[in-house]
């Protein structure tokens, strides 16, 4: 039973670009959430997505949208980058109580 | 709003010693629950243990058990027998009350981190 992963696994990007991070779920799950986690920091959350639609999003600028597909996984695009937009970026599915954590995709911005 | 503090920033544990990792939370919700997840240095969370705020008894997996005194508003982590595999960074986390259909987000703390020496 495959987990949580996560696409690509490291990305540097330079200021003002665009970037898109992808997520599959876990076998079963419906739910997927996205964290930001910046050095030295814990996760904080970005949003959730379930049956499709963003049902609960933290406080992050409209730069920062997502998606989810019938298939449950989920893409985090993020535009017009900064430089504090470097960090490591969490996905977690979820279908009841637990979330499981993907590996992280790690995004340098120049 | 729900608050996760961790005031460690980091610890060290002789091998096969055991080891509590401090963690208070505040909230106004009635019904939550709380996390501790495992962060090695490649970066992935690992859920260790989970306490549930009606939970009667205290949560065990394995060698984690959880430390909850409500009253208190902490949640501490008991680490038993370290291993030298225990050497990571540890996160408190809470959801606050589940709405229709899925799981509510998770509120982090900043994270401590723990050495286990040889």
């Known amino acids: 039973d495959a987990g949580v992963t996560q696409s690509p696994t490291h990305l540097i990007k330079t200021r003002g670009q665009q970037v898109t991070l992808r997520c599959s779920p876990k076998?079963?799950?419906?739910?997927v959430s996205w964290y930001q986690q910046a050095l030295g920091q814990g996760p904080q959350f970005i949003f959730q997505?379930?049956?499709?639609?963003?049902?609960q999003r933290g406080n992050f600028p409209d730069r920062f949208s997502g998606h989810q597909f019938p298939n449950y996984s989920s893409e985090l695009n993020v535009n017009a980058l900064l430089l504090g937009d470097s960090a490591l970026y969490l996905c977690?599915?979820?279908?009841?109580?637990?979330?499981?954590f993907g590996p992280g995709t790690r995004l340098t911005v120049l | 709003a729900q608050k996760i503090t961790q005031t460690q920033p980091g610890m060290f544990v002789q091998e096969k010693e055991a080891v509590t990792l401090d963690c208070t939370y505040d909230?106004?919700?009635?019904?939550?629950?709380l996390f501790w997840y495992k962060q090695p240095s490649s970066g992935e969370m690992i859920f260790l243990i989970y306490?549930?705020?009606?939970?009667?008894q205290n949560a065990t997996e394995g060698r984690y058990s959880l430390n909850f005194q409500k009253a208190r508003k902490s949640a501490n982590l008991v680490i038993s027998a370290s291993q030298l595999g225990d050497s990571a960074m540890y996160f408190c986390?809470?959801?606050?009350?589940?709405?229709?259909?899925?799981?509510?987000?998770?509120?982090f703390g900043k994270g401590m981190k723990l050495t286990v020496n040889p």
């Open positions: 977690a599915s979820s279908f009841d109580r637990e979330q499981f």
């Open positions: 076998s079963g799950h419906d739910t």
């Open positions: 997505y379930y049956e499709e639609e963003e049902r």
């Open positions: 909230t106004s919700d009635q019904s939550y629950g």
């Open positions: 306490q549930g705020s009606y939970d009667e």
């Open positions: 986390a809470m959801r606050g009350t589940i709405t229709q259909g899925g799981s509510e987000k998770l509120v």
